[in-house]
């Protein structure tokens, strides 16, 4: 690789790391291509990407940043899986890896906290930020339609006696 190459690459990682929410960092114990290509297919469904970058590169790029802890997690045969969402590029990750031996947690980083495997299991585990939303919507939009059914109540009743009125008096 030239060194061209590898500025423009070392640039590409540091502008996926400042975009991203987490960084999970996984081990490849012999992933096929099929495999890997399914797991990529998976992390771009979630909003999230996955690259293998060379250990060397990933360290420069998060160098001095918040993510520097980083560094110490990129031994080995090592990929990273980046997303916005927090949760999203964790869940895949962790799902991905408990149906297929070959792909092995090893930690990531959520701002400047440093997470262990354990840490991004249970970061999987949380509901995404779009789950969040809706959850957040329907809590809000419920006490509204409550006041609305309540305003309404009134004046149905009302109604329905001057409905039963008109009715006695035609018969």
């Known amino acids: 690789m030239e ?5 423009e690459l070392v640039a590409g990682l540091k502008s996926a790391f400042a975009e991203a929410g ?15 290509t399914v797991l990529r297919s998976k992390m771009r469904e979630a909003g999230a990407s996955f690259k293998v970058a060379k ?3 990933a360290r420069i790029a998060v160098e ?12 080995g045969p090592t990929a990273i899986a980046t997303s916005p969402d927090p949760v999203a590029a964790a869940k895949v ?5 408990k149906t297929n ?4 947690i090893v930690g990531a980083v959520m701002g400047t906290t440093l997470l262990d495997v354990a840490g991004v299991q249970a970061l999987a585990e949380l509901p ?17 339609t409550k006041i609305a059914r309540t ?11 001057f409905g039963a009125y008109a009715a006695k008096d035609a018969a």
């Open 55 to 57: 250990n060397k590169l």
């Open 93 to 97: 990750a962790v799902e991905f890896a």
């Open 3 to 7: 060194r061209a190459q590898k500025v």
């Open 151 to 161: 305003i309404q109540a009134p004046a149905g009743q009302l109604a329905r006696v």
């Open 101 to 104: 031996k070959k792909l092995e």
């Open 22 to 36: 987490v960084i999970v960092v996984t081990r490849n114990l012999g992933l096929t291509v099929a495999q890997s």
């Open 128 to 144: 995404s930020l779009d789950e969040l939303r809706g959850k957040i919507v329907g809590l809000i939009s419920a006490p509204a």
């Open 64 to 75: 001095g940043t918040p993510q520097a802890s980083l560094s110490d997690l990129l031994t």
